[in-house]
């Protein structure tokens, strides 16, 4: 708990992220461009797919763009927001249940898996404007000790959309695999999986991250 208060800057009995209108987050930023609409729309079918999916586009989104916003805007947030959309589009191609058990996958369950940032990846990569989305998008599972996927790149060799798209992804996988245990315990944990784990994720984003969390929570 010290550890977390230290880090964040924010009380743990107090971490309660703010409840928040996922419908009017989304449409400030889907109304720039007829694309951004389009992917918003293949975001939202994903969500259908699971009662415990709804919302986390908004969270995601409202997240990425924060962090990127607090620490001077160096990724196209017009880019960041598609790979928000897009990158988990390919696990629509896959079984359900391998969604959410990723521990417990066979060998061949566990490649398939591998290969839906590609599958998001190449429709951005199709489609004029969006490269710097579908890097992004390809590269958001990457991990900065080269232990990642699809290609195990190293830190120097993820673009940083991807860096901000690793920690948020996490962040909310975390809150979904411990949300059983109420919203502030599942919280704590999952600040303090994305601050202990600098093999993982971009040591330069922690910071900005860290710092749009605690300014939701004395906010809210």
């Not at 490649?111 to 969006?130: D, E, I, S, V, Y």
């Not at 996927?149 to 940083?160: A, F, Q, R, T, V």
């Not at 809150?175 to 093999?199: F, M, P, T, V, Y």
């Amino acid at each position: 708990v010290r550890l977390i208060e230290a880090v964040t800057g924010f009380r743990p009995g107090q971490s309660v992220l703010p409840q928040r209108d996922a419908a009017t987050v989304l449409r400030s930023h889907t109304e720039r461009h007829e694309d951004l609409s389009f992917f918003h729309q293949l975001a939202m079918q994903l969500e259908a797919r699971s009662p415990l999916f709804q919302g986390r586009t908004a969270r995601k989104l409202e997240l990425a763009l924060e962090t990127n916003r607090a620490a001077g805007s160096r990724v196209d947030p017009t880019q960041l927001e598609a790979a928000v959309y897009l990158h988990d589009l390919g696990m629509m191609f896959l079984p359900e249940s391998s969604w959410l058990r990723v521990d417990n996958l066979s060998d061949e369950a566990r490649k398939q898996l591998n290969l839906h940032p590609a599958w998001g990846a190449g429709l951005a990569a199709r489609m004029l404007g969006w490269q710097d989305a579908a890097q992004i998008i390809l590269q958001h599972h990457e991990k900065a000790n080269g232990s990642g996927y699809p290609n195990g790149l190293k830190h120097g060799e993820i673009c940083d959309g991807a860096k901000i798209l690793a920690i948020v992804d996490a962040f909310d996988a975390v809150l979904l695999k411990h949300s059983h245990r109420g919203q502030q315990r599942s919280l704590l944990r999952a600040i303090a999986e994305i601050n202990a784990s600098d093999w993982q994720f971009a040591a330069e984003w922690i910071l900005p991250f860290n710092s749009v969390i605690r300014s939701m929570l004395e906010n809210k």
